[in-house]
C-alpha cells in the first residue's frame, strides 16, 4: 500500500524565490499536517488539516508560509519570497482520524529537503 | 524552555548492550507520548507509545512518569540496526493533535 509521498524530494531556490511543495496523504486519511525540521532538531509543527479545511495554523512562521488542501486530500505548502532560514525538510504527515483521536497514528512522508541560497 | 528536552548524546554501546534515554517535557496538560525513530535523512516512523503503566515491545520497553513529567526508553540487548535517532514526542490537550517532539537522542551501536 502507499504510504505518504512528497514531491519534490530536493529542492534549491535562490534567495527570494517563491516554492511550492506537494504532499499526498495516505488515501482516506482524514488529517494532513506539516512540519519543519531544521537540522539537528525534532520537527516543529507548522499547520494542521482536517480534510479541505485548515484548523490550525498557529506553526506557521511568517505570513510567507501559506498551506492549501482544497479537496480534502493533496496538500501544497507554498513559502514566497524564500529566506536562507527557511532551509529546512519540510514533513508532510497523515493520520486516519479527526483531531479528536489523541491516539491517532501519524504516518510521515519522506520530506522536501529545501536549500535557500 | 522547550517543551520536550531529551539528551542528545550520542550514545556510543557495543552490540549487546543496554541503553536508556530519558525524556523530560514541560506542560503537565500533555495526554499522549510517543517515542519516534529517525533515520539518517529519512522520515520519523513510531517505534511505540508510552502508557502510564508502562509498556514493552520486544527489546524496548517504555516508561512513563506523569508526577515528574519524565519519560524514558530501554533498548535491550542492542542491535547495529538499532543505530538511529530516537524522538520523544508528547501531544498536548491544547494543541490539538499536532505532535510535539524533542530534538531526539543519536544512538550508535557498534559491532
Known amino acids: 500500500g502507499a504510504g505518504v509521498s512528497q514531491s519534490p524530494r530536493y529542492k534549491v531556490a535562490k534567495r527570494g524565490q517563491d516554492v511550492a511543495l506537494r504532499c499526498d496523504p495516505i488515501?482516506?486519511?482524514?488529517?494532513l499536517f506539516w512540519y519543519q525540521q531544521a537540522l539537528g532538531q525534532g520537527p516543529e509543527f507548522l499547520t494542521y488539516?482536517?480534510?479541505?479545511?485548515?484548523?490550525?495554523k498557529s506553526g506557521l512562521p511568517s505570513d510567507r508560509f501559506f498551506a492549501e488542501r482544497p479537496e480534502g486530500s493533496v496538500s501544497t505548502l507554498k513559502i514566497q519570497r524564500t529566506q536562507q532560514e527557511d532551509s529546512a525538510v519540510y514533513l508532510c504527515?497523515?493520520?486516519?482520524?479527526?483531531?479528536?483521536?489523541?491516539?491517532?497514528?501519524?504516518?510521515f512522508g519522506p520530506g522536501t529537503r529545501l536549500t535557500v541560497l | 524552555r522547550k517543551e520536550v528536552e531529551q539528551d542528545p548524546g550520542p550514545f556510543n554501546v557495543p552490540e549487546g548492550a543496554t541503553v536508556a534515554f530519558n525524556c523530560t517535557y514541560s506542560?503537565?496538560?500533555?495526554?499522549?507520548f510517543f517515542w519516534y525513530r529517525q533515520d539518517c535523512r529519512k522520515e520519523p516512523k513510531l517505534l511505540m507509545s508510552?502508557?502510564?503503566s508502562g509498556n514493552e515491545d520486544g527489546r524496548f520497553t517504555a516508561q512513563l512518569n506523569r508526577a515528574s513529567q519524565y519519560i524514558s526508553l530501554l533498548i535491550r540487548d542492542s542491535k547495529l540496526s538499532d543505530s538511529a535517532t530516537y524522538l520523544c514526542?508528547?501531544?498536548?490537550?491544547?494543541?490539538?493533535?499536532?505532535?510535539?517532539f524533542g530534538k531526539g537522542t543519536t544512538l550508535s551501536v557498534s559491532s
Open positions: 504527515a497523515s493520520s486516519r482520524d479527526s483531531r479528536v483521536s489523541a491516539r491517532s497514528e501519524q504516518f
Open positions: 488515501s482516506g486519511h482524514v488529517s
Open positions: 488539516f482536517q480534510n479541505e479545511a485548515q484548523l490550525d
Open positions: 506542560n503537565s496538560a500533555s495526554q499522549s
Open positions: 508510552v502508557y502510564s
Open positions: 514526542v508528547v501531544r498536548d490537550a491544547q494543541a490539538g493533535t499536532a505532535l510535539i
